[in-house]
């Protein structure tokens, strides 16, 4: 599987990962050859095989309907690089 | 998205025309509405609204490092009991995924969700427009995680982020597209409401935005392929809903008819201008990249359990309807007012209850709701008890008063309270039925009046005027059945 | 006094029991150790003395009183994926900056409640990605073991301790912890524990909880313990192990008592011996590594059973999609909005993309990628949904194989510690290290390293045993037979003390 250069730039920017010119050069060489050496699981027959969805075999854990927390914004907030008043202070977003 | 039933041919009444000939708009909705509860549908902060930022968020909520959802079970329950009242399949095995994308107001940088295999399969929605009925297609309905919220208008350069709605549980319920109109689209989503608010699974407050709708529009002429859709965002009204349609179609059209072609994309609707424009900015690079959250696990149902909850769902809106036709000999139309709300229809049943149901019903609709929304109060703020209205009805029923007099002893009771029946005794509002007292009043009136009972034997609609001036003289105490059958006999006529 | 460093976890417990020593000499002896030897090997990214100091102390209060608990006064190492409560907890990554969790993993919970004294956070690879402990943001640890020369001394190569819980290892090898903490996503607690002559074991996944702890690959991550000793690694494991509440995969099912079982031998127990683990390029020193396991077992009372795993070649590249796309999703919220480091740029995409770009190091950004490539629109059934099927095959291989066997031995690692920056230049060199250790994640059961030799440098190497779910009593016993026959291994020389 050859990945392109502009196939390299769409997933890191799907991935919000700045890169530069020159690793978006060496990243296709990377992503190439670990494509490549994955691409073997295509020698496994899967035809009638279901995909494996769970490693514990017990049933789904659940919580009662109860409120147990909350009321810790200073605790929340405490290692944010920028809050006020317990709220989170984020680059200005566009809508 | 496919539609649910072979093609019947567009109605001309819900055609638009262009310059071109008549278009048919086809609607289908995504409404997402909030899961009843008292936590949130992966952490234990609580679901209340309008408390201060982020004081309703866990470290899971907040997505901190290594911290890991529990799913709420009453919240699972909440989903089975819609898609129980929506009659549509419940799967047994159901997977939760994640949905990835950045925003700031997603702290995980993904969203747990239902994509493959939601909760609840295919089920139906039964509407009526203007005494049509139509039968809407649900595609399916999954549960997922509410986003924060961001304020922009705080500062100049930064966006503010409060996480309390962050993780709340939603119901996303998907419609076929299978309506025509906007009044169709409307009508769909106040039933929906209605039926989510019977079932106890959502309290339908759009004000809040705990019940709002993606809305999807497209255009074609009429029996030709499906248009190409646009999604409007978010419409969190009723009325917002059927204006965005009517907008949108037009816009679609003129495009289509100036040549145009229609982009698949997703718009919000601006109520101010009357106008959907385009979220260009959202759309960029949408990839999702859904898969299997490996945080949790399938969620397993057993058959006994969703037969349970099925067992102890509340009587829906439909059966009550046709019970109240039946029970009760309303009209379709009056018996739609009472269910529209499971309060209303309660109280109605409680007035109802071993009486003249059809004239329950006229003082329930008429007065008491009339009533109600002049002064703006909700049922269950009304100042008059449901066996206080019936206790006026049986005053009514029995002859003890005259649906005049029952008019002012309903605003007694209203203003005052107390028992209808000791208020009625207590003022002398009891009516006259005393056929010797009747006949004085009579006489008195016959004799005031001879040009008028020349007239009244030449014209016998006079006789209304008479039995008015009795009624008058009596203070509304007398019977006008008595009255009348009195002045026939009198007058000759 | 002797150097109280140098005991095992099980002689310190009964040392302090016995009073030969306080809980707070233990402790200082070891502060000493990582103040005179942490600078030569880097385990430890964060000592925590005076939090050490306090634990201790309490420990000496219960101790006198006889209220002791399992692990009471014991020091211990505690890997930085785990939160600590109140001190700086990153993963080992730029991008945590200084975040300071106002919670406590449930696994670190457990083993202070036992009375364990934690010395410090210990170093690992960023995001415990990588198996040299290359890639941390604090820098490379160095193994206390050295090659020697043909010339009979010992070379100056700087060892790797395997990886990601290099710090782990490490510290354990080189007497600056009794055990430590650790997980284990593809092999990230055997490996460094067969390159550095310890004892790790990852538990069957869902029994120890991932709550509090940084995640990886969620389907694969498992806590364990690094230890001197495979009855250190039973008493550990007791106490970290157990049902959470607050992790759905976490399995409500009794602990056993480990340490129990460990005198119990394995007679007539059924060991397997995998072909496919006999790859091509296989050291002879490895091969005879094994060889001498199958000897020593069978001389103890098991039997032996050639077996087949007909999968076992393709669970490192399934692997490398499955870890790399669910760390893909974990590492989103690592985004510089709520904790960590910001880089501002001009509008919030640059700041995202700043943030992370500058925040994450060369190999996490490279699975990323990887990961996101993997899961995106297209590709998700070629790769992802592909690699969750030969799981499942690797899976049903090994509950074939139980139908004739109890227990598997293999190889931990096809080869010895390598020298820092020998396999840091090929993702795919490096990731073949995980060869041995990453199918029994893939199938999430219990795997245990117990170190068996050295190689023709003089550096240990591991064999690995494989157990079924949930039975890791028969990992501790049969590991306890190789112990027996093949000794402990310690390392010759404490070249890293200064002063």
Redesign the interface.
């Known amino acids: 599987m050859q990945v392109d250069e502009a196939t390299v730039r769409r997933i890191a920017r799907l991935a919000r990962i700045r890169i530069s010119d020159e690793e978006a050069q060496s990243l296709q060489g990377e992503l190439s050859g670990i494509l490549d050496w994955v691409a073997q699981l295509d020698d496994v027959d899967t035809v009638s095989v279901e995909p494996m969805t769970r490693v514990a075999a017990h049933a789904l854990t659940m919580r009662e309907d109860v409120i147990t927390d909350g009321n810790i914004a200073g605790i929340v907030t405490a290692n944010a690089p920028l809050s006020e008043d317990h709220f989170f202070v984020v680059p200005k977003v566009v809508e | 998205m496919s539609s649910s039933k072979s093609e019947a041919a567009a109605k001309p009444s819900n055609l638009i025309s262009g310059d071109t000939g008549d278009w048919e708009v086809v609607i289908g909705l995504e409404v997402h509405a909030q899961v009843a ?3 949130k549908l992966f ?4 679901t209340e609204y309008g408390a ?9 909520d ?15 329950a909440q989903a089975i009991r819609t898609g129980l009242g929506l009659n549509a399949q419940v799967n047994l095995k159901s ?1 939760f995924d ?1 949905k ?1 994308y ?3 107001d997603l ?4 969203q747990i969700s239902q994509y493959k295999q939601p909760v609840v399969g295919e089920g139906k929605i039964e509407i009526d427009v203007d005494g049509e009925a139509l039968t809407v297609g649900v595609e399916r309905l999954h549960l997922e995680q509410d986003a924060g919220k ?3 208008d ?10 309390n709605r962050s993780g709340v549980a939603l119901m996303e319920i998907v419609s076929k597209p299978d309506m025509r109109s906007a009044k169709q689209a409307q009508a769909y989503v106040t039933k929906l409401r209605t039926i989510l608010r019977y079932l106890g699974t959502c309290d339908g407050d759009m004000e809040k935005g705990n019940l709002r709708a993606d809305v999807n529009v497209s255009v074609r002429k009429p029996g030709t392929e499906l248009g190409t859709r646009c999604e409007i965002k978010n419409v969190n009204s009723i009325r917002f809903i059927g204006q965005a349609i009517e907008v949108e179609a037009r816009r679609q059209i003129e495009i289509i008819e100036d040549g145009g072609k229609i982009d698949q994309e997703t718009r919000l609707f601006d109520p101010a201008r009357g106008e959907t424009r385009s ?1 260009r ?2 759309e960029e ?1 949408h ?1 999702y ?12 149902l057993k058959q006994d359990y969703v037969d349970g909850l099925q067992q102890h769902l509340p009587e829906l809106p439909d059966e009550k309807r046709s019970r109240f036709m039946k029970d009760f000999g309303l009209s379709a139309y009056d018996a739609n007012v009472l269910v529209a709300e499971r309060p209303s229809a309660d109280y109605f049943e409680q007035v109802a209850q071993g009486r003249d149901g059809k004239l329950a019903a006229n003082w329930v609709i008429n007065e008491l709701f009339g009533r109600l929304n002049k002064e703006g109060k909700d049922i269950a703020a009304s100042p008059m008890s449901a066996d206080q209205l019936g206790s006026i009805v049986d005053l009514i029923s029995s002859n003890a008063i005259s649906g005049k007099i029952a008019k002012d002893l309903f605003e007694i009771v209203w203003s005052e309270g107390g028992d209808p029946a000791t208020i009625v005794e207590a003022r002398g509002m009891k009516q006259v039925t005393d056929t010797g007292a009747l006949e004085k009043a009579v006489d008195d009136i016959i004799a005031a009046n001879p040009d008028k009972v020349e007239q009244a034997k030449a014209k016998p609609s006079m006789l209304g005027w008479f039995v008015g001036q009795v009624m008058k003289g009596t203070g509304g105490k007398a019977n006008p059945a008595a009255v009348n059958e009195i002045l026939k006999q009198k007058l000759g006529i | 006094m002797t150097d109280l460093t140098k005991l095992t976890l099980s002689q310190a417990r009964d040392g302090l029991v016995a009073k030969k020593f306080s809980a707070r000499e233990l402790t200082d002896s070891f502060l000493t150790a990582i103040d005179k030897g942490n600078a030569a090997l880097n385990a430890y990214v964060l000592p925590t003395p005076e939090h050490a100091r306090a634990q201790a102390d309490e420990s000496d209060k219960r101790l006198k009183s006889g209220n002791a608990r399992p692990l009471e006064g014991l020091p211990l190492g505690n890997k930085d994926l785990f939160c600590t409560n109140g001190i700086r907890t990153t993963a080992c990554s730029k991008i945590l900056g200084n975040f300071v969790p106002a919670y406590e993993s449930t696994v670190g919970q457990n083993l202070w409640n036992a009375g364990g004294v934690m010395l410090g956070k210990l170093n690992n690879d960023e995001f415990a990605m990588g198996s040299s402990n290359e890639t941390s943001a604090f820098g490379n640890v160095v193994s206390p073991w050295r090659r020697i020369g043909k010339n009979g001394k010992p070379s100056t190569d700087k060892l790797v301790p395997g990886g990601s819980s290099g710090g782990s290892s490490a510290a354990v090898a080189a007497d600056l912890c009794l055990a430590a903490t650790a997980t284990d996503t593809g092999g990230s607690i055997r490996q460094p524990a067969a390159l550095t002559g310890t004892v790790g074991i990852k538990p069957t996944y869902g029994r120890c909880s991932r709550w509090g702890i940084v995640a990886f690959a969620s389907s694969l991550d498992q806590a364990g313990p690094i230890t001197k000793t495979v009855r250190d690694a039973a008493m550990m494991l007791k106490v970290m192990a157990g049902h959470d509440a607050k992790d759905s995969t976490s399995v409500d099912m009794p602990v056993p008592d480990y340490e129990a079982v460990l005198g119990k031998g394995v007679k007539g127990l059924r060991v397997g011996v995998p072909n496919e683990y006999r790859v091509d390029g296989m050291s002879a020193e490895v091969q005879k590594l094994w060889d001498d396991g199958i000897a020593w077992l069978k001389a103890a009372g098991a039997t032996i059973h050639d077996i087949s795993l007909p999968h076992t070649k393709y669970a490192l590249p399934a692997y490398y999609i499955v870890a790399p796309a669910e760390a893909s999703s974990n590492l989103a919220r690592y985004d510089g909005m709520r904790y960590g480091l910001r880089v501002n740029g001009s509008n919030l995409t640059e700041t995202y993309e700043q943030t992370r770009a500058e925040g994450f190091g060369k190999e996490v950004r490279r699975r990323i990628l990887i990961g996101t490539y993997v899961l995106s629109a297209g590709y998700y059934d070629a790769y992802y949904l592909k690699a969750q099927k030969v799981r499942t095959l690797i899976k049903r291989d090994f509950d074939d194989a139980w139908n004739t066997v109890d227990v598997m031995l293999t190889p931990t690692t096809p080869s010895p510690a390598f020298a820092a920056g020998e396999k840091s230049g090929d993702p795919l060199a490096m990731y073949l290290e995980d060869i041995f250790t990453v199918t029994v994640n893939m199938a999430g059961l219990p795997g245990i390293s117990v170190p068996a030799g050295l190689s023709s440098q003089g550096t240990p190497l591991g064999l690995q045993l494989i157990g079924k779910p949930f039975d890791e009593e028969t990992l501790f016993r049969t590991a306890q037979v190789i112990e027996d026959a093949a000794g402990r291994f310690a390392v010759p020389d404490r070249w890293w003390i200064k002063g």
């Open positions: 509860s008292n936590a952490s234990g902060a609580s201060e930022p982020n004081s309703h968020v866990s470290l899971v907040a997505a901190m490092p290594g911290m890991l959802p529990v799913i709420n079970r009453e919240c699972v997977i994640r990835n950045f925003y700031p702290p995980q940088g993904y961001s304020l922009h705080q500062h100049p350069d930064y966006s503010y982020v409060d996480l979220m900015s959202k690079a990839d990249r859904y898969f299997p959250d490996p945080d949790l696990l399938p969620l397993e």
